[in-house]
């Protein structure tokens, strides 16, 4: 039996969408990939959303059996409005995963976690072989941090030695991410906060040297072919 109430079906993005067209169009190519019996992660954010969306009605319309990983809380609850049955990387293997990203530059290294969902995020990417990033031209540049700081998960008891430990890798700022919609800081989806960092410049070993510093979950830098990413651009 399913429930009644209403408050989840409510879930819908909150935000305005820049580049609808765009991204609506990299939503379709995604959801024309999906077949029945896949394992699909799902990314967060406004494009992943359209996306998913795009996969919902095509699930609808063909009959599919699908199954999706998401990585947030919000991405779960829109399977579910859609029909889509979600499971967890504890159960299952993606076949392949979409998500959006922040930055893209010319060697497809990316920034990602504006949203907050950078740990699952990452972990999902790292459990495929196949993952594809829907941009649209404003998320291209052409030096990494050119337009976002990178944000770095962090647990919460450790945020004065991230702080310490980062500012010996050259930093222009270092900022605790605030909420909007609550007081205090921003909690991620696995709990724990952001720290937004802008370098003065984003080395290639960054993303394995912010990784070693104790208390550091994840950061959103995706250096390097070990993702097995694919850019699909609007």
Known sequence: MNWGNGIAKDVIWTNEISNIEQKQKVAHVIADKVKNGDIIGIGS??????????????VKEEKLS????????????LCTNLGITTTTLINK???????????VDSMNNLIKGRGGALFKEKLVLSSSLENYILV???KLVSTLGEKFPVPVEVFPYAINI???????LGVLDIALRMGKGKDGPVITESGNFIIDVKFKKIESEFEKEIKSIPGVIESGLFIGPNYNLTIIKG
């Open 162 to 168: 991230v702080e310490t430990r980062l500012e010996t």
């Open 136 to 138: 649209d031209d404003s």
């Open 93 to 103: 293997k993606p076949d392949w995963v979409f998500d959006g990203a922040d930055e």
């Open 45 to 58: 954010g406004s494009t992943a959303t359209l996306a998913l969306k795009e996969i919902g009605k095509k």
């Open 66 to 77: 699908i199954l999706a990983i998401p990585t947030s809380f919000e991405m779960m609850i």
